[in-house]
């Protein structure tokens, strides 16, 4: 009778140590994936952060562009539009720009951010002719690009 007393205790702490165990893996289970989870979104945030102030730069740069072609072509009628056109992509370059502020945090990628967009920015008064244009366009575009390339590698550690 003892025997079998014991037996049974035996096998309802074992049964209550198994389901104790069960339980922290499925909850240490569900824990990690949770984390993996919150890794891949703010690693998508970052991603589209990114690709969000590359657009806006790179539609701002196009506007820029064309406003000084319309210039040199004489053509003060679109001029005047491309120049109104102009102050909103350069005003959509703020959202993204915040955006990539608040997310990333590696000094390599806001100091390449900030060379892009002042690049590009300062396309503005580059308009004196085609060639100082372009050499502004072509700045820009290095810029742009040392941006990517910075910040391709910052994602791909995360």
């Known amino acids: 009778m003892i025997v079998a007393l014991a037996t049974s205790v035996i ?3 074992s049964t209550l140590l198994g389901s104790i165990v069960t339980g922290r893996l499925q909850e240490r289970v ?3 994936s949770e984390a993996e989870s919150r890794r891949r979104e703010l690693r998508k945030e970052h991603l589209d952060a990114v690709k969000d102030l590359a657009a806006a730069v790179s ?11 319309a210039k040199f072509k004489g053509d003060l009628e679109r001029y005047a539009e491309l120049r ?20 990333v945090t590696d000094a390599t990628v806001r100091a390449a951010a900030d060379r892009m967009v002042d ?3 300062g396309m503005r008064h ?6 100082v244009l372009n050499d ?17 590698e910052y994602v791909r550690g995360l």
Do not use: K, N, Y
Request: without cysteine.
């Open 11 to 13: 096998a309802v702490i």
């Open 59 to 69: 539609a701002h740069r196009s506007m820029m562009w064309r406003r000084g072609d």
């Open 84 to 103: 109104t056109r102009s102050h909103e992509t350069r005003a959509a370059v703020t959202a993204p720009l915040v955006a990539l502020r608040i997310l």
């Open 30 to 32: 569900t824990d990690r």
């Open 136 to 152: 502004a366009r072509v700045a820009a575009l290095t810029a742009h690009d040392q941006f990517v390339d910075a910040a391709a």
């Open 119 to 121: 690049a590009t920015f």
């Open 126 to 131: 580059q308009d004196t002719s085609a060639e």
